[in-house]
C-alpha cells in the first residue's frame, strides 16, 4: 500500500458508486426527505459521508469520466429505483453539487483504453485507471479489485473509511 502524508492529496479521482452515494446523500439531506433503502443510515455511514464533504470540499477540483456519470445515471433508476420528477430534480441538484466541488471530467475514449484492463475492468474503472495514471492522482474508491490494480501502479487509494480516519 502506498503510504499517505498527513495532509490528504488535493484534486482527487472519484469512482461511480462513492460518487452516487455522495450525491444521492447530499440530494436528501438538501431536500429533506428520507434516503432510499440502497444506502445505509447508520453513525458510522453518516459520519462517513461527513468526512468525504470534508476532504472533497477541501480538494477540489474533483476528477472523474463521463462513464462515471453515466453509470450514475443508471444507479438512480436501478438502486435507488426513483422515476420523474425525482430524477429530473435529483439532477439538477447533482450539477449544482458537481460544479460546486470544481468537477472535471476526462473522456478516455474506448479505442485507447490499455486492452488488458478493459477486459478485466470495463470502460468505467478502466477510464478511472487511466485519469490517475495520468496524473498521478489519488483515487477515491471502495471497489477492492481497481484498488489492487491501482496499488500495483503506485497509485494511491483511498476509501471512505480511510477518509473517515483522517478526519477524526
Known amino acids: 500500500m502506498v503510504p499517505f502524508p498527513l495532509q490528504l492529496p488535493p484534486g482527487p479521482v472519484i469512482d461511480t458508486n ?4 455522495f450525491l444521492l446523500w447530499r440530494f436528501c439531506k438538501n431536500k429533506d426527505i428520507a434516503l ?13 459521508r461527513r468526512a468525504l464533504q470534508w476532504y472533497l470540499d477541501s480538494a477540489k477540483p ?3 469520466s463521463p462513464h462515471v456519470i453515466a453509470e450514475i445515471h443508471g444507479l438512480i433508476k436501478s438502486r435507488a429505483k426513483w422515476k420523474e420528477p425525482r430524477t429530473a430534480e ?10 460546486r466541488l470544481r468537477l472535471q471530467e476526462h473522456l ?18 478502466d477510464s478511472i485507471l487511466e485519469i490517475a495514471t495520468r496524473a498521478d492522482r489519488v483515487v477515491i474508491t471502495d471497489d477492492g479489485a481497481l484498488r489492487g490494480r491501482l496499488t500495483q501502479e503506485e497509485i494511491s487509494v ?6 473517515l ?3 477524526q
Open 18 to 21: 462513492t460518487l452516487f452515494e
Open 36 to 48: 432510499p433503502t440502497c444506502l445505509m443510515d447508520t453513525p458510522p455511514e453518516e459520519d462517513a
Open 62 to 64: 474533483v476528477h472523474t
Open 90 to 99: 435529483f439532477w439538477q441538484h447533482a450539477q449544482a453539487e458537481l460544479n
Open 108 to 125: 478516455v475514449e474506448l479505442v485507447n483504453m490499455n486492452r488488458d484492463d478493459l477486459a478485466m475492468f470495463g470502460p468505467t474503472d
Open 158 to 163: 483511498l476509501s471512505r473509511w480511510e477518509i
Open 165 to 167: 480516519a483522517h478526519w
